[in-house]
C-alpha cells in the first residue's frame, strides 16, 4: 500500500468534529442520491436494514461518531478514521479489533464515477451498513484476526478472498440474487453490471475465491454468490488458514482479463 494518492484525510478537531466544504458536502449528495436511486431491488435485505439504521443524511457528510453509535449498538464495531491509505498491517490490526478504517477525504468532482482509493462515500455508504449485521460483521473481524498473523503470501491470498466476498460479494434470496458487497453498492457502473448477463457468477466455494486473481481498474469478468450470510458466518468458524495453504498448493487460476497497461513508474495493483 505504498502507492502515492493525491487526496488528504480530514484531520478532526478537539471535539472530534471534521469540517467539509461545501462543495464536499455537494458531491457527497450528488453520490448519495444517484447511489439510492438504483440499489432497490439489487441489494440484499441486511444491507438495506442497515442503511435504514444508520440514516445516513443525504446533503452533507456524516461525522463518524454519529455513525459509531449505531454500529456499536448493532455489533460492536466501530469506525476508525484513517489517512487515505494505510499499512497492511494497520488496516488487519483494526479489523481484529473491529474497528472499520474511513479514510475521512471525498473524492473530487472529476473523479464521481471512479478512483482507486476508498474514499469516505465508499466506506460508510458501501460497507458500514453490512457490518450492522452480526453474521457479516463476525466474518469480517476474523478475516483481521487472520490478517494479522499470516505472512506476507498468505495475505495476498486472503486478500482475494476478502474482494469476492466484502467488497464483490454476490447473494442468493428468496426475493432473487442481491448485492452485498461495498465494492459493488457504492459504484453505479459496478451495481448494474454485476447483476447483468455480463459477468459469469459462480456459487462461492472459499478455495476458489482465494485461488481468483482481480484487477481493482475494470467492472469484474466474474462474482461468487453466496447462498445466505449465514455463509459467511459459518466460514468463521472453519479454519481458514488451512484453506489458504491448499489454494497456496493448487495455484491461481487463469485470470479472466487482460493483463494491466504498462505505464512508466506505475505502480503494480
Given at each position: 500500500m505504498?502507492?502515492q494518492t493525491?487526496y488528504?484525510a ?16 455537494a ?20 444491507y ?9 443524511p ?52 472529476e ?6 482509493e476508498?474514499?469516505i462515500f465508499?466506506e460508510l455508504f458501501?460497507?458500514c ?13 476474523t ?6 498473523s ?6 495476498v ?8 466476498t ?6 442468493d434470496t428468496?426475493?432473487g ?8 453498492i ?6 448494474f ?5 455480463v459477468p459469469e457468477h ?9 485461488r ?11 462474482y ?6 449465514h455463509?459467511l ?9 488451512a ?7 493448487l ?7 487482460p ?11
Open positions: 505504498a502507492k493525491q488528504q480530514r484531520m478532526p478537531d478537539a471535539n472530534g468534529y471534521i469540517a467539509y466544504s461545501d462543495q464536499e458536502h458531491t457527497w449528495q450528488t453520490l448519495m442520491e444517484r447511489q439510492t436511486a438504483i440499489i432497490e431491488g439489487r441489494v440484499c435485505q441486511e438495506i436494514d442497515g442503511l435504514e439504521r444508520l440514516a445516513l443525504q446533503d452533507r457528510i456524516p461525522q463518524l461518531g454519529d455513525v459509531d453509535r449505531v454500529l456499536l449498538e448493532s455489533t460492536g464495531w466501530r469506525t476508525a478514521q484513517v489517512p487515505a491509505l494505510i499499512p497492511f498491517d494497520t488496516f488487519f490490526e483494526l479489523l481484529a479489533s473491529r474497528r472499520f478504517p474511513v479514510a475521512t477525504f471525498i473524492r473530487s468532482p473523479e464521481i464515477d471512479y478512483l482507486q476508498p474514499d465508499h458501501g460497507h451498513p453490512m457490518l450492522t449485521n452480526p453474521d457479516f460483521a463476525e466474518f469480517t473481524a478475516y483481521g484476526k487472520l490478517g494479522l499470516a505472512s506476507k503470501q498468505e495475505r491470498y486472503l486478500a482475494r478472498l476478502y474482494w469476492m466484502v467488497e464483490f460479494g454476490l447473494v428468496p426475493q440474487r442481491r448485492i452485498y458487497g461495498g465494492g459493488i457504492s459504484s453505479p457502473k459496478e451495481t453490471h454485476a447483476l447483468s448477463d459462480y456459487p462461492f466455494d472459499p478455495i476458489d475465491a482465494l481468483t486473481p482481480y484487477r481493482i481498474d475494470i467492472l469484474q469478468p466474474l461468487y454468490v453466496i447462498e445466505g450470510l455463509t458466518h459459518d466460514l468463521s468458524g472453519q479454519d481458514i488458514m484453506m489458504v495453504h491448499q489454494a497456496m498448493e495455484g491461481l487460476y487463469p485470470p479472466k482479463f493483463p494491466k497497461p504498462s505505464a512508466p513508474q506505475a505502480a503494480n495493483a
